[in-house]
Protein backbone atom coordinates (compact mmCIF):
# COMPACT_ATOMS: atom_id res chain seq x y z
CA UNK A 1 0.00 0.00 0.00
CA UNK A 2 1.64 2.97 -1.33
CA UNK A 3 0.67 6.42 0.62
CA UNK A 4 0.64 9.93 -0.69
CA UNK A 5 0.89 13.31 0.37
CA UNK A 6 -3.45 13.70 1.47
CA UNK A 7 -3.04 10.14 3.72
CA UNK A 8 -0.05 11.69 5.43
CA UNK A 9 -1.62 14.87 6.11
CA UNK A 10 -4.51 12.59 7.88
CA UNK A 11 -2.44 10.72 9.31
CA UNK A 12 -0.47 13.53 10.90
CA UNK A 13 -4.00 15.13 12.17
CA UNK A 14 -4.66 11.98 13.67
CA UNK A 15 -1.82 11.53 15.07
CA UNK A 16 -1.47 15.31 16.41
CA UNK A 17 2.50 14.96 14.97
CA UNK A 18 3.72 18.01 12.50
CA UNK A 19 4.72 16.74 9.50
CA UNK A 20 6.70 19.42 7.87
CA UNK A 21 6.21 19.89 3.39
CA UNK A 22 10.24 18.61 3.03
CA UNK A 23 9.44 15.18 5.05
CA UNK A 24 6.33 14.44 3.90
CA UNK A 25 7.78 12.02 1.02
CA UNK A 26 10.05 10.19 3.43
CA UNK A 27 7.69 9.71 5.89
CA UNK A 28 4.84 8.55 3.64
CA UNK A 29 7.66 6.17 2.02
CA UNK A 30 8.53 4.73 5.96
CA UNK A 31 4.87 4.39 6.35
CA UNK A 32 4.14 2.31 3.22
CA UNK A 33 6.87 0.22 3.91
CA UNK A 34 5.36 -0.76 7.39
CA UNK A 35 1.89 -1.08 5.75
CA UNK A 36 3.63 -3.36 3.30
CA UNK A 37 3.98 -5.83 6.19
CA UNK A 38 1.15 -5.12 7.65
CA UNK A 39 -1.08 -6.47 4.19
CA UNK A 40 1.12 -10.36 5.12
CA UNK A 41 -1.84 -10.54 7.69
CA UNK A 42 -4.50 -10.22 4.87
CA UNK A 43 -3.20 -13.97 3.56
CA UNK A 44 -4.47 -15.68 6.95
CA UNK A 45 -7.47 -16.89 7.45
CA UNK A 46 -8.98 -15.79 10.65
CA UNK A 47 -12.77 -16.33 10.45
CA UNK A 48 -14.52 -17.73 13.72
CA UNK A 49 -11.35 -16.68 15.69
CA UNK A 50 -11.77 -14.54 18.61
CA UNK A 51 -10.17 -11.71 18.73
CA UNK A 52 -7.49 -11.52 21.77
CA UNK A 53 -7.17 -8.05 24.20
CA UNK A 54 -4.98 -9.82 26.96
CA UNK A 55 -2.49 -11.96 27.13
CA UNK A 56 -4.11 -14.31 29.84
CA UNK A 57 -8.02 -13.57 28.78
CA UNK A 58 -8.66 -12.41 32.13
CA UNK A 59 -11.45 -9.55 33.03
CA UNK A 60 -10.56 -5.80 34.23
CA UNK A 61 -9.75 -6.08 37.57
CA UNK A 62 -12.14 -3.74 39.79
CA UNK A 63 -11.39 -2.02 43.44
CA UNK A 64 -14.35 -0.77 45.39
CA UNK A 65 -15.66 2.72 44.78
CA UNK A 66 -13.83 3.98 47.43
CA UNK A 67 -11.35 7.13 48.31
CA UNK A 68 -7.61 5.48 48.50
CA UNK A 69 -5.02 8.27 47.24
CA UNK A 70 -4.19 10.84 49.82
CA UNK A 71 -3.63 14.78 49.06
CA UNK A 72 -0.38 14.53 47.51
CA UNK A 73 -0.53 18.30 45.02
CA UNK A 74 2.33 20.21 46.78
CA UNK A 75 4.62 17.16 46.30
CA UNK A 76 3.08 16.49 42.29
CA UNK A 77 3.39 20.38 41.96
CA UNK A 78 7.21 20.57 43.36
CA UNK A 79 8.24 19.30 40.15
CA UNK A 80 5.96 20.94 37.47
CA UNK A 81 7.03 23.84 35.61
CA UNK A 82 4.59 26.09 36.60
CA UNK A 83 2.10 26.41 39.48
CA UNK A 84 0.05 29.60 40.83
CA UNK A 85 -2.27 29.20 44.51
CA UNK A 86 -2.05 25.69 43.91
CA UNK A 87 -3.14 24.92 40.24
CA UNK A 88 -0.70 24.55 37.57
CA UNK A 89 -0.06 27.01 34.76
CA UNK A 90 -0.50 25.93 31.24
CA UNK A 91 0.14 28.55 27.86
CA UNK A 92 -2.64 30.70 27.26
CA UNK A 93 -4.40 29.10 24.07
CA UNK A 94 -7.22 30.92 23.91
CA UNK A 95 -7.19 34.70 23.27
CA UNK B 1 34.60 -7.73 42.84
CA UNK B 2 32.72 -7.24 40.02
CA UNK B 3 33.35 -10.84 39.06
CA UNK B 4 31.88 -12.86 41.55
CA UNK B 5 28.30 -13.86 41.37
CA UNK B 6 24.94 -12.36 43.54
CA UNK B 7 25.23 -15.03 46.23
CA UNK B 8 28.93 -14.96 46.87
CA UNK B 9 28.60 -10.99 46.95
CA UNK B 10 25.58 -11.66 49.22
CA UNK B 11 27.78 -13.89 51.65
CA UNK B 12 30.35 -11.73 51.64
CA UNK B 13 28.42 -8.24 52.70
CA UNK B 14 27.01 -10.89 55.26
CA UNK B 15 29.74 -11.62 56.53
CA UNK B 16 31.18 -8.38 56.63
CA UNK B 17 33.90 -9.49 54.62
CA UNK B 18 33.18 -6.27 52.29
CA UNK B 19 30.76 -3.67 53.46
CA UNK B 20 28.00 -2.10 50.92
CA UNK B 21 29.47 1.54 50.54
CA UNK B 22 32.63 -0.66 49.09
CA UNK B 23 31.03 -2.66 46.69
CA UNK B 24 28.87 0.20 45.53
CA UNK B 25 32.36 2.09 45.02
CA UNK B 26 33.62 -0.12 43.08
CA UNK B 27 30.97 -0.17 40.63
CA UNK B 28 30.82 3.96 40.76
CA UNK B 29 34.63 3.75 39.77
CA UNK B 30 33.86 1.55 36.56
CA UNK B 31 31.39 3.52 35.88
CA UNK B 32 33.07 6.80 35.82
CA UNK B 33 36.63 4.28 34.08
CA UNK B 34 34.45 2.80 30.88
CA UNK B 35 30.93 4.30 30.90
CA UNK B 36 32.29 7.46 28.33
CA UNK B 37 32.75 4.76 25.82
CA UNK B 38 29.89 3.13 25.81
CA UNK B 39 27.20 5.56 26.77
CA UNK B 40 24.76 2.66 28.86
CA UNK B 41 24.07 5.56 31.78
CA UNK B 42 21.58 8.58 31.30
CA UNK B 43 22.03 9.47 34.57
CA UNK B 44 24.20 8.25 37.59
CA UNK B 45 23.54 9.01 40.99
CA UNK B 46 26.62 8.22 43.44
CA UNK B 47 25.65 10.52 46.05
CA UNK B 48 21.95 8.53 46.43
CA UNK B 49 23.76 5.31 45.98
CA UNK B 50 26.31 6.26 48.54
CA UNK B 51 23.66 7.27 50.92
CA UNK B 52 21.40 3.86 50.02
CA UNK B 53 24.93 2.05 50.80
CA UNK B 54 25.16 3.11 54.02
CA UNK B 55 21.87 2.27 55.03
CA UNK B 56 22.12 -1.37 53.62
CA UNK B 57 25.13 -1.58 56.30
CA UNK B 58 23.36 -0.14 58.79
CA UNK B 59 20.60 -3.07 57.76
CA UNK B 60 23.24 -6.01 57.46
CA UNK B 61 25.17 -4.59 60.91
CA UNK B 62 21.46 -4.96 62.70
CA UNK B 63 21.03 -8.59 60.94
CA UNK B 64 18.05 -7.50 58.72
CA UNK B 65 19.83 -7.90 55.42
CA UNK B 66 18.06 -10.60 52.92
CA UNK B 67 20.00 -11.64 50.13
CA UNK B 68 20.15 -9.04 47.78
CA UNK B 69 20.72 -6.30 50.94
CA UNK B 70 23.81 -4.03 49.73
CA UNK B 71 24.28 -5.39 46.23
CA UNK B 72 23.73 -2.22 44.20
CA UNK B 73 21.45 -2.42 40.85
CA UNK B 74 20.87 -0.02 37.85
CA UNK B 75 17.19 1.00 36.63
CA UNK B 76 16.50 1.18 33.40
CA UNK B 77 15.39 4.85 32.18
CA UNK B 78 11.85 3.71 31.90
CA UNK B 79 10.89 3.17 35.62
CA UNK B 80 9.86 6.17 37.73
CA UNK B 81 12.47 7.38 40.18
CA UNK B 82 11.75 9.07 42.83
CA UNK B 83 13.52 12.40 42.77
CA UNK B 84 15.87 11.36 39.78
CA UNK B 85 15.49 12.00 35.82
CA UNK B 86 13.38 9.45 34.32
CA UNK B 87 13.58 10.85 30.79
CA UNK B 88 12.56 7.31 29.06
CA UNK B 89 15.67 8.51 27.17
CA UNK B 90 13.23 11.30 25.34
CA UNK B 91 14.00 14.91 25.14
CA UNK B 92 9.79 14.59 26.27
CA UNK B 93 11.21 13.87 29.31
CA UNK B 94 13.94 15.46 29.57
CA UNK B 95 13.20 17.41 32.21
CA UNK B 96 11.07 15.02 34.06
CA UNK B 97 11.96 14.27 37.69
CA UNK B 98 9.50 11.46 39.13
CA UNK B 99 8.02 12.29 42.01
CA UNK B 100 7.38 8.51 42.88
CA UNK B 101 9.10 5.07 43.06
CA UNK B 102 8.05 2.48 40.33
CA UNK B 103 6.92 -0.22 42.41
CA UNK B 104 9.66 -2.57 41.24
CA UNK B 105 11.59 0.49 42.67
CA UNK B 106 9.85 0.27 45.87
CA UNK B 107 10.09 -3.55 46.27
CA UNK B 108 14.31 -3.39 45.19
CA UNK B 109 15.10 -0.65 47.68
CA UNK B 110 12.67 -2.00 50.64
CA UNK B 111 15.49 -5.26 50.20
CA UNK B 112 18.25 -2.34 50.77
CA UNK B 113 19.41 -2.04 47.17
CA UNK B 114 21.46 0.94 46.17
CA UNK B 115 20.25 2.44 43.02
CA UNK B 116 23.52 3.22 41.05
CA UNK B 117 21.56 5.05 37.99
CA UNK B 118 19.37 5.22 34.89
CA UNK B 119 20.39 3.41 31.82
CA UNK B 120 20.25 4.44 28.78
CA UNK B 121 17.60 2.79 26.10
CA UNK B 122 15.72 2.63 22.73
CA UNK B 123 12.99 6.48 23.21
CA UNK B 124 10.17 4.76 24.85
CA UNK B 125 11.23 1.46 24.44
CA UNK B 126 10.56 1.34 21.27
CA UNK B 127 13.38 -0.31 19.13
CA UNK B 128 15.83 -2.98 18.97
CA UNK B 129 19.29 -1.40 19.08
CA UNK B 130 19.02 1.41 21.55
CA UNK B 131 20.52 3.64 18.94
CA UNK B 132 17.08 5.84 18.96
CA UNK B 133 17.64 7.59 22.71
CA UNK B 134 18.02 11.15 22.80
CA UNK B 135 20.94 10.78 24.37
CA UNK B 136 22.49 9.11 21.64
CA UNK B 137 23.34 5.40 20.70
CA UNK B 138 24.69 2.72 23.54
CA UNK B 139 27.96 0.52 22.45
CA UNK B 140 28.22 -2.98 22.87
CA UNK B 141 30.66 -4.04 25.08
CA UNK B 142 31.90 -7.18 23.14
CA UNK B 143 32.45 -4.94 19.78
CA UNK B 144 32.10 -0.78 20.02
CA UNK B 145 31.13 -0.91 16.59
CA UNK B 146 27.57 -3.26 17.41
CA UNK B 147 25.02 -2.23 19.03
CA UNK B 148 23.79 -3.88 21.99
CA UNK B 149 20.35 -4.67 21.23
CA UNK B 150 17.18 -2.71 22.12
CA UNK B 151 15.35 -1.68 23.86
CA UNK B 152 17.14 -2.48 27.48
CA UNK B 153 20.35 -1.88 25.57
CA UNK B 154 22.14 -0.05 28.38
CA UNK B 155 21.06 -2.10 30.96
CA UNK B 156 22.60 -4.75 29.00
CA UNK B 157 25.81 -3.46 28.39
CA UNK B 158 26.35 -2.47 32.31
CA UNK B 159 26.00 -5.85 33.23
CA UNK B 160 28.49 -7.21 30.19
CA UNK B 161 30.95 -4.51 31.20
CA UNK B 162 30.75 -4.80 34.74
CA UNK B 163 29.34 -1.62 35.50
CA UNK B 164 26.30 -2.93 38.18
CA UNK B 165 26.03 -6.63 38.96
CA UNK B 166 22.37 -6.61 37.65
CA UNK B 167 19.73 -4.10 36.34
CA UNK B 168 16.04 -4.12 35.60
CA UNK B 169 14.51 -3.95 31.86
CA UNK B 170 11.27 -4.31 30.34
CA UNK B 171 10.51 -6.62 27.74
CA UNK B 172 7.50 -5.24 25.21
CA UNK B 173 8.68 -7.64 22.18
CA UNK B 174 11.99 -9.18 22.79
CA UNK B 175 13.56 -6.05 24.60
CA UNK B 176 15.07 -7.66 27.71
CA UNK B 177 16.18 -11.07 25.77
CA UNK B 178 17.43 -9.54 22.35
CA UNK B 179 19.90 -7.24 24.24
CA UNK B 180 20.92 -9.92 26.82
CA UNK B 181 21.41 -12.36 23.93
CA UNK B 182 23.73 -9.56 21.82
CA UNK B 183 25.74 -8.52 25.27
CA UNK B 184 26.10 -12.42 26.23
CA UNK B 185 24.20 -12.18 29.40
CA UNK B 186 20.97 -13.60 31.17
CA UNK B 187 17.53 -11.94 30.85
CA UNK B 188 14.04 -13.12 31.51
CA UNK B 189 10.54 -11.91 30.56
CA UNK B 190 8.30 -13.17 33.32
CA UNK B 191 4.92 -14.20 32.56
CA UNK B 192 2.58 -11.00 32.08
CA UNK B 193 0.85 -9.57 34.71
CA UNK B 194 3.91 -11.60 37.05
CA UNK B 195 5.48 -8.15 37.90
CA UNK B 196 3.54 -4.75 38.47
CA UNK B 197 3.82 -1.63 35.76
CA UNK B 198 2.75 1.02 37.97
CA UNK B 199 5.79 3.38 37.48
CA UNK B 200 6.74 2.21 34.49
CA UNK B 201 6.06 4.59 31.62
CA UNK B 202 3.62 2.67 29.65
CA UNK B 203 4.77 1.78 25.83
CA UNK B 204 2.16 -0.88 24.74
CA UNK B 205 -0.05 -2.10 28.08
CA UNK B 206 -1.06 -5.84 26.94
CA UNK B 207 2.69 -6.33 26.42
CA UNK B 208 4.77 -4.46 28.67
CA UNK B 209 6.49 -6.65 31.15
CA UNK B 210 9.44 -5.71 33.27
CA UNK B 211 12.19 -8.72 34.51
CA UNK B 212 15.86 -8.63 35.68
CA UNK B 213 18.90 -8.87 33.75
CA UNK B 214 22.09 -10.45 35.10
CA UNK B 215 24.61 -12.44 34.70
CA UNK B 216 23.40 -15.83 35.14
CA UNK B 217 20.37 -17.44 35.41
CA UNK B 218 20.61 -17.91 39.69
CA UNK B 219 20.94 -14.22 40.12
CA UNK B 220 18.17 -13.76 38.10
CA UNK B 221 16.31 -16.22 40.29
CA UNK B 222 17.24 -14.08 43.25
CA UNK B 223 16.51 -10.85 41.68
CA UNK B 224 12.47 -11.64 40.36
CA UNK B 225 12.18 -12.62 43.78
CA UNK B 226 12.32 -8.98 45.39
CA UNK B 227 10.80 -7.99 41.94
CA UNK B 228 7.65 -9.55 41.60
CA UNK B 229 4.07 -9.94 42.98
CA UNK B 230 0.82 -8.40 43.44
CA UNK B 231 0.41 -4.68 43.04
CA UNK B 232 -3.45 -3.33 43.77
CA UNK B 233 -2.08 -0.34 42.00
CA UNK B 234 -1.56 -2.12 38.54
CA UNK B 235 -4.74 -3.22 36.70
CA UNK B 236 -3.47 -6.04 34.99
CA UNK B 237 -1.52 -7.36 38.14
CA UNK B 238 -1.90 -10.77 38.52
CA UNK B 239 -4.06 -11.34 42.21
CA UNK B 240 -1.76 -14.86 42.94
CA UNK B 241 0.84 -16.22 45.40
CA UNK B 242 4.27 -14.92 44.35
CA UNK B 243 6.00 -18.50 44.13
CA UNK B 244 10.13 -18.89 44.97
CA UNK B 245 11.47 -18.27 41.40
CA UNK B 246 14.49 -20.17 43.19
CA UNK B 247 12.79 -22.91 44.44
CA UNK B 248 13.58 -25.33 41.66
CA UNK B 249 17.50 -24.41 41.46
CA UNK B 250 19.33 -27.42 41.23
CA UNK B 251 16.55 -29.79 40.02
CA UNK B 252 18.00 -32.47 37.46
CA UNK B 253 16.61 -32.02 33.61
CA UNK B 254 16.24 -35.92 33.33
CA UNK B 255 13.06 -36.27 31.40
CA UNK B 256 12.58 -32.85 30.82
CA UNK B 257 10.71 -32.61 27.08
CA UNK B 258 12.23 -29.92 25.23
CA UNK B 259 10.22 -28.59 22.03
CA UNK B 260 12.52 -27.29 19.21
CA UNK B 261 9.92 -25.89 16.25
CA UNK B 262 10.92 -26.84 12.56
CA UNK B 263 10.13 -23.38 11.88
CA UNK B 264 12.78 -21.46 14.01
CA UNK B 265 15.36 -23.02 11.94
CA UNK B 266 14.48 -21.85 8.56
CA UNK B 267 15.46 -19.39 5.63
CA UNK B 268 16.43 -16.21 7.77
CA UNK B 269 18.55 -17.43 10.73
CA UNK B 270 22.08 -16.86 10.46
CA UNK B 271 23.43 -20.56 9.68
CA UNK B 272 26.72 -19.59 12.26
CA UNK B 273 23.88 -18.56 14.89
CA UNK B 274 22.15 -22.22 14.38
CA UNK B 275 25.22 -24.16 14.71
CA UNK B 276 25.32 -22.32 18.77
CA UNK B 277 21.60 -22.82 19.42
CA UNK B 278 21.75 -26.57 17.76
CA UNK B 279 25.06 -27.24 20.15
CA UNK B 280 23.68 -25.95 23.14
CA UNK B 281 20.24 -27.47 22.52
CA UNK B 282 22.64 -31.13 22.25
CA UNK B 283 24.26 -29.63 25.98
CA UNK B 284 20.87 -29.75 27.78
CA UNK B 285 20.22 -32.77 25.33
CA UNK B 286 22.98 -34.21 27.19
CA UNK B 287 21.77 -33.41 31.08
CA UNK B 288 19.13 -35.88 30.26
CA UNK B 289 16.47 -34.26 28.40
CA UNK B 290 14.36 -35.12 25.19
CA UNK B 291 14.08 -33.22 22.29
CA UNK B 292 10.91 -33.54 20.47
CA UNK B 293 9.86 -31.70 17.27
CA UNK B 294 7.07 -28.74 17.43
CA UNK B 295 5.23 -26.61 15.26
CA UNK B 296 4.48 -23.14 15.73
CA UNK B 297 2.84 -22.47 12.35
CA UNK B 298 1.86 -18.77 12.36
CA UNK B 299 5.42 -17.44 13.98
CA UNK B 300 5.31 -15.41 10.70
CA UNK B 301 2.10 -13.42 11.36
CA UNK B 302 3.64 -12.58 14.92
CA UNK B 303 5.77 -9.66 13.54
CA UNK B 304 3.10 -7.60 11.30
CA UNK B 305 0.34 -8.21 14.25
CA UNK B 306 2.87 -7.14 16.90
CA UNK B 307 3.39 -3.99 14.70
CA UNK B 308 0.00 -3.64 14.68
CA UNK B 309 -1.35 -3.80 17.66
CA UNK B 310 1.60 -2.03 20.00
CA UNK B 311 1.66 1.04 18.16
CA UNK B 312 -1.78 1.18 18.34
CA UNK B 313 -1.67 1.18 22.05
CA UNK B 314 1.77 3.35 21.76
CA UNK B 315 -0.58 6.03 20.01
CA UNK B 316 -3.04 6.20 23.15
CA UNK B 317 -0.58 5.57 25.99
CA UNK B 318 1.84 8.75 24.42
CA UNK B 319 -1.44 10.97 23.86
CA UNK B 320 -0.36 12.40 27.38
CA UNK B 321 2.71 14.01 25.93
CA UNK B 322 1.32 16.63 24.65
CA UNK B 323 3.06 19.64 26.33
CA UNK B 324 0.00 20.32 29.25
CA UNK B 325 -0.13 17.45 31.05
CA UNK B 326 3.42 16.03 30.39
CA UNK B 327 6.53 16.62 28.75
CA UNK B 328 8.41 18.89 26.55
CA UNK B 329 6.14 22.28 25.27
CA UNK B 330 6.76 24.36 22.81
CA UNK B 331 7.23 28.15 22.48
CA UNK B 332 4.85 30.36 21.40
CA UNK B 333 1.83 28.34 20.36
CA UNK B 334 -0.55 30.02 18.27
CA UNK B 335 -3.24 27.80 19.26
CA UNK B 336 -4.55 24.15 21.02
CA UNK B 337 -3.32 22.34 18.19
CA UNK B 338 -0.38 24.29 17.11
CA UNK B 339 0.55 23.39 21.02
CA UNK B 340 0.02 20.09 20.60
CA UNK B 341 1.69 19.34 17.33
CA UNK B 342 4.82 21.56 17.94
CA UNK B 343 5.10 19.88 21.45
CA UNK B 344 5.17 16.58 20.12
CA UNK B 345 7.43 16.98 17.07
CA UNK B 346 9.78 18.73 18.71
CA UNK B 347 9.94 16.36 21.56
CA UNK B 348 9.60 12.87 19.66
CA UNK B 349 12.01 10.97 17.84
CA UNK B 350 11.40 9.52 14.62
CA UNK B 351 10.57 5.73 15.70
CA UNK B 352 8.49 7.09 18.28
CA UNK B 353 6.34 9.58 15.43
CA UNK B 354 6.19 6.47 13.30
CA UNK B 355 4.76 4.25 15.62
CA UNK B 356 2.75 6.97 17.17
CA UNK B 357 1.49 7.49 13.35
CA UNK B 358 1.03 3.81 12.76
CA UNK B 359 -0.89 3.25 15.83
CA UNK B 360 -3.18 5.80 14.70
CA UNK B 361 -3.33 5.05 11.46
CA UNK B 362 -4.70 1.19 12.51
CA UNK B 363 -6.96 2.50 14.79
CA UNK B 364 -8.66 4.69 12.46
CA UNK B 365 -11.94 4.36 10.86
CA UNK B 366 -12.23 2.61 7.70
CA UNK B 367 -8.86 0.39 8.74
CA UNK B 368 -10.47 -1.05 12.34
CA UNK B 369 -11.47 -4.13 11.17
CA UNK B 370 -8.38 -4.63 8.33
CA UNK B 371 -5.98 -4.23 10.30
CA UNK B 372 -6.48 -3.85 14.54
CA UNK B 373 -9.16 -6.64 14.73
CA UNK B 374 -7.13 -9.04 11.94
CA UNK B 375 -3.68 -8.27 14.02
CA UNK B 376 -6.22 -9.37 17.67
CA UNK B 377 -7.09 -12.45 16.36
CA UNK B 378 -3.71 -13.61 14.68
CA UNK B 379 -2.52 -12.70 18.43
CA UNK B 380 -4.86 -15.42 19.61
CA UNK B 381 -3.76 -17.71 16.99
CA UNK B 382 -0.03 -17.55 17.62
CA UNK B 383 -1.22 -17.87 21.37
CA UNK B 384 -3.28 -20.95 20.70
CA UNK B 385 -0.14 -22.16 18.53
CA UNK B 386 2.43 -22.13 22.10
CA UNK B 387 -0.64 -24.05 24.20
CA UNK B 388 -0.60 -26.66 21.71
CA UNK B 389 3.37 -27.20 21.13
CA UNK B 390 2.80 -27.47 25.44
CA UNK B 391 0.95 -30.57 25.07
CA UNK B 392 4.01 -32.54 23.92
CA UNK B 393 6.73 -30.60 25.39
CA UNK B 394 7.24 -28.71 28.73
CA UNK B 395 9.78 -25.97 27.27
CA UNK B 396 10.30 -24.90 23.88
CA UNK B 397 14.25 -23.41 22.54
CA UNK B 398 15.17 -21.35 19.86
CA UNK B 399 17.50 -18.93 18.80
CA UNK B 400 16.52 -15.24 20.61
CA UNK B 401 17.22 -13.31 17.12
CA UNK B 402 18.32 -14.56 14.24
CA UNK B 403 21.76 -12.52 14.07
CA UNK B 404 24.40 -11.69 16.13
CA UNK B 405 24.67 -7.45 17.50
CA UNK B 406 24.36 -6.23 14.06
CA UNK B 407 26.70 -3.10 13.42
CA UNK B 408 26.06 0.70 14.79
CA UNK B 409 23.71 2.24 11.86
CA UNK B 410 23.03 -0.75 10.00
CA UNK B 411 19.23 -0.77 10.37
CA UNK B 412 18.65 2.45 11.07
CA UNK B 413 17.08 3.45 8.05
CA UNK B 414 15.32 0.23 7.35
CA UNK B 415 12.70 0.06 9.80
CA UNK B 416 10.88 -3.68 8.73
CA UNK B 417 14.36 -5.45 8.78
CA UNK B 418 15.28 -3.63 12.53
CA UNK B 419 10.94 -5.13 13.11
CA UNK B 420 12.00 -8.66 12.15
CA UNK B 421 14.92 -9.07 14.08
CA UNK B 422 12.16 -9.77 17.21
CA UNK B 423 10.43 -12.39 14.79
CA UNK B 424 11.67 -14.96 17.70
CA UNK B 425 10.60 -12.73 21.06
CA UNK B 426 7.47 -11.27 19.57
CA UNK B 427 5.24 -14.43 19.93
CA UNK B 428 6.09 -14.77 22.95
CA UNK B 429 4.75 -10.96 24.12
CA UNK B 430 1.89 -11.76 21.85
CA UNK B 431 0.50 -14.90 23.82
CA UNK B 432 1.94 -13.20 27.44
CA UNK B 433 4.52 -16.16 28.01
CA UNK B 434 7.32 -16.39 30.22
CA UNK B 435 11.13 -16.41 27.77
CA UNK B 436 14.41 -16.68 29.14
CA UNK B 437 17.61 -15.83 27.22
CA UNK B 438 20.90 -17.32 28.54
CA UNK B 439 24.58 -16.95 26.89
CA UNK B 440 25.50 -19.66 24.25
CA UNK B 441 28.51 -19.11 22.80
CA UNK B 442 29.92 -16.12 20.35
CA UNK B 443 29.59 -15.72 16.36
CA UNK B 444 33.17 -13.64 15.43
CA UNK B 445 33.38 -12.96 18.87
CA UNK B 446 29.38 -11.39 19.50
CA UNK B 447 27.57 -13.43 22.08
CA UNK B 448 24.62 -15.95 20.51
CA UNK B 449 22.08 -16.35 23.29
CA UNK B 450 19.77 -19.71 23.66
CA UNK B 451 15.63 -18.81 23.93
CA UNK B 452 13.87 -20.85 26.45
CA UNK B 453 9.78 -20.46 26.52
CA UNK B 454 7.89 -21.97 29.02
CA UNK B 455 4.35 -21.79 29.34
CA UNK B 456 2.29 -19.37 31.76
CA UNK B 457 3.98 -19.37 35.10
CA UNK B 458 6.78 -21.56 34.57
CA UNK B 459 9.35 -19.20 35.67
CA UNK B 460 11.22 -21.16 38.26
CA UNK B 461 11.52 -24.20 35.36
CA UNK B 462 12.91 -21.66 33.09
CA UNK B 463 15.45 -20.67 35.61
CA UNK B 464 16.59 -23.91 37.25
CA UNK B 465 17.15 -24.59 33.35
CA UNK B 466 19.25 -22.08 32.64
CA UNK B 467 21.14 -22.92 35.79
CA UNK B 468 21.83 -26.34 35.18
CA UNK B 469 23.03 -25.46 31.31
CA UNK B 470 25.38 -22.84 33.23
CA UNK B 471 26.49 -25.22 35.39
CA UNK B 472 28.07 -26.85 32.83
CA UNK B 473 29.10 -24.15 30.62
CA UNK B 474 30.54 -21.11 31.27
CA UNK B 475 29.86 -18.61 28.36
CA UNK B 476 27.58 -16.65 31.11
CA UNK B 477 31.47 -15.92 32.88
CA UNK B 478 32.70 -14.52 30.11
CA UNK B 479 33.46 -10.69 30.25
CA UNK B 480 34.88 -8.39 27.17
CA UNK B 481 38.70 -8.57 27.83
CA UNK B 482 38.54 -5.11 28.35
CA UNK B 483 36.35 -5.05 30.87
CA UNK B 484 37.46 -8.32 32.88
Not at chain 1, 38 to 47: E, P
Not at chain 2, 241 to 264: I, N, R
Not at chain 2, 336 to 350: H, I, M, P, T, V
Amino acid sequence: MSLGKTEVEYISRLAAIEVNESEVDEVAAKLSNILDLFSQMQAADTDGVLPMAHPLDQVQRLRPDVVTEVDQHEKLQSVAPAVENGLYLVPQVIE
Amino acid sequence: MHNLTIKQMSEKLHAGEITSVQLTQHYLDRISQYDAELNAYVTVTPELAIAMAKEADEMLAAGKGELLTGIPVAHKDIFCTDGVKTSCSSKMLDNFIAPYDAHVVTQLKKVGMPILGKTNMDEFAMGSSSESSYYGPTKNPWDLNAVPGGSSGGAAAVIAAGLAPMATGTDTGGSIRQPASFCGITGIKPTYGSVSRFGIVAYASSFDQAGPMTRSAEDAAWMLNAMAGFDERDSTSLERETPDYAAELGQSLKGLKVGVPAEYFEDGLDPDVEIVVVNAIAEIEKLGAEIVEVHLPNKDLAVPSYYVLAPAEASSNLSRFDGVRFGHRCENPKDLEDLYKRSRSEGFGAEVKRRIMVGAYALSAGFYDAYYLKAQKLRRMVRDDFTKAFESCDVIMGPVAPSTAFNIGEKSDDQVSMYLSDLYTIPVNLAGLPGLSVPAGFVNNRPVGLHIVGPYFSEAKLLNIGHQYQQVTDWHKQMPEQYQ
